[in-house]
């Protein structure tokens, strides 16, 4: 007989558990929460307007995403261009060195020749990095301009 009860209690118990609404947070019954797929009446009520606000929600961050996402191939690009920049550099200053200390070496009658080579290399390769780097601004200067429209 106590056993019942006792049974009929936890019954009653599980029956007044108490959730929350998934929208409002308000507390309603597990079982209205289980009728109403979460929701609580009033907002069961509206739940077409909730799921469709949400929908469009989730729609304005997957565009902002995409928006982060193409800057950010873009900026790839011009890092691509520095790097290569910066190789030429390497290359054509060392080059340029390495080239003028050959000549050097060769007699006193080539010091000018090794000097003036030198500098031509160092002049040539300033240019063209320059041409590089200035692609390299120019698609920054193009993403500047993306992102401003
Ligand atoms: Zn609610």
């Known amino acids: 007989m106590e056993k019942a009860e006792t049974k009929r209690r936890i019954e009653t118990m599980k029956k007044m558990e108490t959730m929350q609404c998934k929208e409002c947070c308000r507390d309603i019954s597990k079982e ?4 109403n797929n ?3 009446n009033i907002c069961y009520a509206d739940r077409e307007d909730i799921e469709s606000e949400k929908k469009e929600f ?8 995409q928006y982060i ?24 200053y060392v080059g340029a060195v390495i080239i003028a200390i050959m000549f050097m070496s060769i007699g006193d009658l080539w010091v ?5 080579s030198g500098i031509a290399i160092a002049i040539t390769t300033w240019f063209s990095t320059l041409l590089f ?4 601004e120019g698609l920054n200067l193009l993403q500047d301009i993306k992102n401003k429209l």
């Open 58 to 65: 989730n729609k304005e961050k997957k565009s902002e995403t």
């Open 112 to 116: 000018l020749t090794g000097f003036l």
């Open 38 to 40: 979460g929701y609580c």
């Open 69 to 92: 996402d193409s800057s950010n191939s873009s900026n790839i690009v011009a890092k691509k261009f520095k790097l290569v920049v910066k190789t030429i550099k390497i290359i054509g």
């Open 133 to 136: 780097e200035a692609i390299a």
């Open 32 to 35: 209205v929460y289980e009728k």
